[in-house]
């Protein structure tokens, strides 16, 4: 494992564009997401990992508000 290839919880959640809790989610609950590596306390992401999963699930876009 290269840590330069890794994120912490806090950058993949900048990574992907979404906040610390949504990546917690993710975790536990999305099916496919990558799976974070433990070291002691902390939670590490293969950064190529979660790049491949964003550019397979984009962001959703929220309306504008105009109808």
Known sequence: ???????????????????????????RRLEGFPQPTKIGRTLLFDRQALTDWRAAHPKRKRGSGES
């Open 1 to 27: 494992m290269n840590i330069d290839e890794m994120a912490t919880t806090e950058q993949a959640a900048e990574l992907l564009g979404v906040k610390v809790e949504s990546v917690y989610l993710y975790v």
